[in-house]
Nanobody, 123 residues
Framework: VQLQASGGGLVQAGGSLRLSCVAS????????MGWFRQAPGKEREFVATVSWSGNRTYYADSVKGRFTISRDNAKNTVYLQMNTLKPEDTAVYYCAADASTMVHTSYGEYDYWGHGTLVTVSS
């Protein structure tokens, strides 16, 4: 299984970025997909997750209203649209796949992980 995240970069506060994560080696439509992030010196934290069909989403309070998670099962890809970015959003962002049938916000519940993409938001 491979999860390849991309789309990170340097952006000014208030700007936007769109992350993508392409999955291979698994039946993508059978997995909840999530995004997590880890800032320097901090623990990995949950950002958002989306159900198999994409009709159910769940967000961390810190990103609710600014970030949108979506997926395209035909392309085996999950996205994270990030708007109104803040310096505190600076982190390495990871996508992950969860074979369960419910929303999970703990990174220990996810089965597969990508290598991450760095997002840096300047003030």
């Amino acid at each position: 299984v491979q999860l390849q995240a991309s789309g990170g970069g340097l952006v000014q506060a208030g700007g936007s970025l769109r992350l993508s994560c392409v999955a291979s080696g698994l039946t993508f439509r059978n997995y909840y997909m999530g995004w997590f992030r880890q800032a320097p010196g901090k623990e990995r934290e949950f950002v958002a997750t989306v159900s198999w069909s994409g009709n159910r989403t769940y967000y961390a309070d810190s990103v609710k209203g600014r970030f949108t998670i979506s997926r395209d099962n035909a392309k085996n890809t999950v996205y994270l649209q990030m708007n109104t970015l803040k310096p505190e959003d600076t982190a390495v962002y990871y996508c992950a796949a969860d074979a369960s049938t419910m929303v999970h916000t703990s990174y220990g519940e996810y089965d597969y992980w990508g290598h991450g993409t760095l997002v840096t938001v300047s003030s």
